[in-house]
Structure formats: structure tokens, C-alpha cells
């Protein structure tokens, strides 16, 4: 039995190249897309399709905005059969445009779905600027129950997060995924000291996108990707494992 991966980068825009190769090397078949960090993406633009064309078993990994598309594709497409979301979010949020108007960031089936709108009042408060206060207050604004990402749809979930994220509060939003999901298959990884960017064993640590502050150091984020690694390869393990026995 096959298990096809498609890996999401985040904001930055680069493909996690590093990333698709060690699971390559693991025996898994991976793609790893660029795609446009705007508004309006649709979740079906994703080449799930191709994997499924060729693999019994699909899982997606992504990270910070791709780890939201993650875990929407995971609620949304009953092909997947896990998720694992670096530095999640728990809800769908907005892109803002260049006449500074806002639109979620992502369609399915031609549909646009419910987001949190930024707060149009906030100003950093650092430079390079940090924007967890960004999000705590935009959610503070209402109640933004339609914009929660349906968590408790998808199978089975890993969430990877850093104590120090500077982007957002991805550890509030992991312990809100992991409440929302009760007794579902859920694992957690979290390095107290670590920041948005988690680094595996065998990758480089990524220095692309616009500045701003993501926390952590070099040393935490590759302790939490050490720890992260072998709960990846159970988690793929268990995926492949079920897929052969539902073939007996």
C-alpha cells in the first residue's frame, strides 16, 4: 500500500524542499507545490488529485498558513486520512488587499469561507514586528464561531508548535484544536522555547518571506523538530499500517 504526502509552505512562498526530501527518502510520495499567498485561494487548486491518482493513503503537512490549509483540506476532502500542521491556527483568517479591503483567504467550491477579519486598529509594537497581539486582538473583537476551522472532521491530526512564536499564538491554538477535538486521534508536540519555524533533522533552517519576528532560536527549533521527527514517521506508520490491514 501507498501513502502520497503533499507538503504546504507557509507565507514565505518558498516550497519546503528539505522537507519533501526526507520523506522521499522514508519511501513516501510527496509533492510539495509553490502556491500564491492571496486571497481567495481554492482549498481544490491543490494537487490532490494527482496523489490520489496513485496512492491508497493521503496525508497533508503544512505549515503556518499552509498548515491552516492543512488541516481545512483534512476537514473538507474525506481522502485524507491524517494531517500534520506546523504552527497551526484554529481559524480561517483573512488577506488584506492592497486597497486595504479584506477577503478570506480561501474558497471551497467556489465559495469563499467565514474568516476572522485583522483588527484594523493594531500597530506593532517592535521591529522587526512581532503579530501574536495582532491575532489575540482580532479575535477579541466577536464571536467567530463560523470562522473555526472544523477540526473535529478530520481523522487524525498532529500539531507541531513553539512555546516562543512570534507570527501567532500557535500553542493557544493547538490546545484550542486538541479541546475541540476530544477523544479524536490527536498527538501534540510542543517546544517551549521554539519558535513559528520547527526544523527536522535533515533540513536548513528557512530564511525566506518578509521580516518580522518568528521566535525561537536555531538550537530550540531543531530541538523541537528532533522531538517532532519520530511522531511524523508514527503517524505516516500508522497510516500506511491501516491501510494494509483494510486490505485483509
Not at 517592535?126 to 477540526?151: F, G, M, N
Not at 493547538?174 to 522555547?193: F, H, N, S
Request: hydrophobic share 40%; glycine share 8%; aromatic share 8%.
Amino acid at each position: 500500500m501507498s501513502t502520497g504526502v503533499l507538503i504546504l509552505h507557509g507565507s514565505s512562498g518558498t516550497p519546503d524542499a528539505d522537507r519533501a526530501r526526507i520523506l522521499r527518502d522514508e519511501g513516501y510520495d510527496v509533492l510539495a507545490p509553490a502556491w500564491p499567498v492571496r486571497a481567495e485561494v481554492p482549498l481544490e487548486s491543490f494537487p490532490l488529485d494527482e496523489l490520489a491518482g496513485r496512492n491508497d493513503r493521503l496525508v497533508v503537512m503544512g505549515s503556518s498558513w499552509g498548515a491552516e490549509a492543512a488541516l481545512l483540506l483534512g476537514a473538507l476532502d474525506e481522502r485524507i486520512h491524517a494531517v500534520v500542521a506546523f504552527a497551526p491556527s484554529a481559524y480561517v483568517w483573512g488577506r488584506v488587499d492592497e486597497d486595504g479591503s479584506q477577503r478570506s483567504a480561501w474558497t471551497w467550491r467556489g465559495e469563499p469561507l467565514p474568516f476572522v477579519p485583522f483588527a484594523t486598529d493594531w500597530q506593532p509594537d517592535a521591529d522587526p514586528p512581532s503579530y501574536t497581539s495582532l491575532y489575540r486582538q482580532s479575535l477579541s473583537k466577536a464571536d467567530y464561531e463560523s470562522a473555526r476551522i472544523p477540526v473535529e472532521r478530520i481523522r487524525d491530526v498532529l500539531l507541531i508548535a513553539g512555546g516562543d512564536d512570534k507570527v501567532w499564538p500557535s500553542v493557544d491554538f493547538t490546545e484550542e484544536i486538541v479541546r475541540r477535538r476530544g477523544a479524536l486521534p490527536t498527538r501534540l508536540v510542543v517546544g517551549d522555547a521554539a519558535g513559528h519555524r520547527p526544523v527536522l533533522p535533515g533540513e536548513t533552517p528557512k530564511t525566506a518571506g518578509q521580516t518580522m519576528a518568528r521566535g525561537g532560536t536555531e538550537a530550540a527549533d531543531r530541538e523541537l523538530g528532533d522531538r517532532a521527527w519520530p511522531e511524523i514517521l508514527t503517524l505516516l506508520h500508522d497510516v500506511r499500517r491501516a491501510a494494509s490491514l483494510d486490505e485483509l
